[in-house]
């Protein structure tokens, strides 16, 4: 059972272009939402996060917007770079002192010239 | 570099061996995630330690083990392994292991069981 869906599973974007990715869940228990960025041969690199008592967070580039009524939230990358190219996962985790990262299944981006 | 440091990088082995993975996390973080990337799976979380003592276990297979020491460093043991078994393992750390901590991950062990 996929708690988090994320689509599209592939985007080729030309640079300078939006990316949009998309993520959905089920589990009113998520109380934040990280999205994580990972090169090949690579661990995955935190990104941008959002809780859900704000509907939008900008981090230069990079915005993520929430729909908490929905359960959906996506990531958008202004600009895009060549350097941008990369798999994009968003995540979830439940309040409480544990950290259980849920994660989407994953977008791979590329960006070309 | 994150500054989480995991070995081997590389790992080929045979159905039915045990192998051990280790992790040591960033200086100073308490807390130790263990995650599974596979092609048909995905990034999944498998368990978590907190200075020591588990503090959340997700799926992970019985045939799968785990422990933080007092260093703080971690291990996973893998046994009886099958060729699904075949993934990247990735270690992360974060410093209190609160759901807002940001969660430091290692470069992976590639496992492969022939």
């Known amino acids: 059972q996929q708690q988090v869906k994320q689509s599209p599973q592939s985007l080729i974007v030309q640079k300078g272009g939006i990316s949009i990715i998309n993520c959905a869940y089920e589990?009113?228990?998520?109380?934040?939402f990280p999205w994580y960025q990972q090169f090949p041969g690579k661990g995955p690199a935190l990104l941008i996060a959002i809780r859900p008592d704000v509907s939008e967070k900008k981090e230069g580039r990079f915005t993520i917007s929430f729909n908490k009524s929905a359960k959906q939230f996506s990531l958008h990358i202004m600009d895009s770079q060549p350097g941008d190219s990369a798999t994009y996962f968003c995540a979830a985790i439940p309040a409480g002192t544990a950290s259980k990262l849920t994660f989407g299944t994953g977008t791979r981006l590329q960006v070309t010239l | 570099d994150s500054g989480v440091t995991q070995t081997p990088k590389h790992l080929i082995t045979a159905t039915g061996q045990r192998v051990t993975l280790r992790c040591s996390p960033r200086s100073g973080d308490l807390s130790v995630y263990w995650y599974q990337q596979s092609l048909d799976q995905g990034l999944q979380f498998l368990i978590q330690y907190y200075n020591g003592e588990e503090r959340a276990k997700g799926n992970i297979l019985e045939r799968f083990s785990a422990q933080q020491f007092p260093d703080l460093h971690s291990e996973l043991n893998l046994s009886s392994l099958e060729l699904g078994d075949s993934a990247l393992y990735f270690c992360?750390?974060?410093?209190?292991?609160?759901?807002?901590?940001?969660?430091?991950f290692g470069p992976g062990t590639r496992l492969t069981v022939l």
């Open positions: 589990n009113t228990a998520f109380d934040y």
């Open positions: 992360a750390s974060s410093s209190q292991g609160l759901a807002y901590n940001e969660q430091f």
